[in-house]
């Protein structure tokens, strides 16, 4: 059983063991079980508050396997807007009511919400339901790696 306790900063020098695809929710846990195919398990050993990104890189307590982090396709909401106006109005309201958000030039992603898709709608933006990795913001006070 491998468990995984440190975020490398670096990539590595030793060959990826694997690939781990897990949601934005799934990367937020510092403490975690998974089951891969084949009955193997692995557990997350990580420093509470560790947020992992896509293409991050875990190695092992023994040192002996490395594990790349990628996001998994899942479903969201993706908001566009045809001024940077309205996209900006839109993140505001979003982000004053806490959402996890992913912020891009030309769109916004979300996890789905019936109450938020409806008021997307009346702030006149574009809002579509669709599947794909999402990377929501850190946070201002995240450190970052």
């Known amino acids: 059983m491998l468990t995984f306790t440190q975020r490398l900063e670096a990539i590595p ?35 509470r508050g560790t947020v992992l990104r896509d293409g991050d890189f875990l190695q092992s307590e023994t040192g002996d396997a490395v594990v790349q982090i990628t996001a998994k396709p899942e479903h969201v909401i993706v908001v566009t807007a045809n001024s940077p106006l309205h996209l900006l109005r839109a993140a505001y309201h979003l982000g004053n009511r806490h959402v996890p958000l ?22 006149g933006v574009q809002v579509q339901e669709a599947v794909l990795p999402f990377q929501p913001e850190a946070g201002a006070y995240e450190q970052s790696h």
């Open 102 to 123: 992913e912020v891009a030039s030309g769109y916004l992603r979300l996890s789905p919400d019936p109450v938020l898709k409806a008021m997307l709608e009346q702030l």
């Open 13 to 47: 020098e030793r060959p990826v063991s694997f690939s781990l695809a897990l949601t934005a929710e799934e990367r937020t846990r510092s403490r975690h079980r998974f089951e891969m195919p084949g009955d193997q398990v692995f557990f997350l050993r990580l420093p």
